[in-house]
């Protein structure tokens, strides 16, 4: 098999990998030929900035795939043809098994498989949403209109929330409205869309789904008595604040009593479990049938789709300027 791999050499230096490979399954793994996978811009790009302690590099990035079971070893329920979604790597051709770090689910019939590499951000945003108290007829606030915050904002006006989106991104804002948000506006608007959407009132529940630590402290103002803020992007970079202030503003009832929530998407179990009501697989299957219904807009989200020999050229531009894209897909297919 002639292989194709994209690979992180150092900080900022990316190049495609060409080998040829001999792979055979073993017993409860899968060969797959990967069709799509999807380029994770926050996790990938702190990787690449050689950020992040756990990976090593040289390393091969990506975690989102949609790929054709080729070979099938003992043990495993795939056969040959069948279309999976796993947390493969940027890599045409690569082993695959379910294990407690990788979900292996099969793609149901009839779902464009460009797609479905975005589930893996479906599921990251669902934690958001499966640890919240969001009912029906609360208001949410979501900061950060990038592929996980959009998804979340989706996802919490599916389970009946009157949903607000920020984003200092004129075009995401646009695509917030295209996918249904009640209302998506620029931060300096945030308060007054607050104030008249929520009649007065604050919101129930805010979503910080940027990452940016200074939009964890901002965010206070927008929730309510006896509200809570969901922490779901994670925080990078250094931000220096009062926490007496912040501690002063969550503790006293004039002031909020807000609750903090840490919404990582490993706080869920991996496998669905008879004693566990919500599970990340369990996500992923509510992820496939709302796309199938059409009520979780996935297609919209596609900004580019890429050879993976572009690929390697989308990676240094989305570290000018990330702005400029938002669910860059990688085309496997010869």
């Known amino acids: ?107 149901p019939a009839g779902v464009e498989l460009t797609t479905i590499p975005m589930v893996r951000m479906a599921t990251i945003a669902f934690t958001a949403i499966r640890v919240s108290n969001i009912q029906l007829g609360d208001v949410v606030l979501v900061s950060g209109l990038g592929l996980v915050g959009i998804m979340a904002a989706q996802l919490a006006k599916l389970s009946g929330a009157t949903v607000i989106g920020v984003d200092p991104a004129e075009h995401r804002r646009a695509l917030a409205r295209k996918v249904g948000i009640d209302a998506a506006v620029a931060p300096e608007e945030a308060e007054a869309a607050v104030a008249e959407i929520g009649k007065g009132a604050k919101c129930n529940t805010v979503i910080e789904a940027t990452g940016i630590p200074a939009c964890g402290e901002t965010c206070l103002k927008y929730v309510g008595y006896q509200g809570e803020i969901i922490f779901l992007g994670t925080p990078r970079g250094n931000y220096q604040a009062n926490l007496a202030d912040v501690f002063r503003y969550s503790h006293l009832n004039e002031l909020g009593c807000v609750t903090f929530k840490g919404a990582h998407e490993w706080r869920l179990p991996l496998s669905a479990d008879r004693f566990v009501k919500h599970s990340i697989e369990r996500n992923t299957y509510v992820c496939f049938d709302l796309i199938q219904k059409g009520l979780l807009k996935t297609n919209e989200l596609v900004s580019h789709v890429v050879s993976p020999e572009e690929a390697t050229e989308v990676y240094l531009k989305l570290h000018e300027d990330r702005n400029a894209y938002l669910g860059v897909i990688i085309d496997w297919k010869e």
């Open 1 to 107: 098999m002639n292989n194709r791999t994209i690979l992180f050499e150092a900080p900022w230096k990316v190049s495609l990998k060409r080998e040829e490979v001999d792979l055979k399954p073993a017993a409860g793994e899968l060969l797959v030929e990967t069709q799509y996978s999807l380029i994770s811009t926050g996790t990938e790009l702190a990787c690449l900035s050689g950020g992040e302690e756990w990976f090593k590099m040289p390393a091969v990035p990506g975690y989102c795939c949609v790929s054709k079971v080729l070979e099938a070893g003992e043990g495993t329920d795939a056969k040959p043809g069948d279309m999976v979604f796993h947390y493969g790597m940027h890599t045409r051709y690569q082993l695959t098994s379910a294990n407690d770090y990788n979900l292996i689910a099969k793609v």
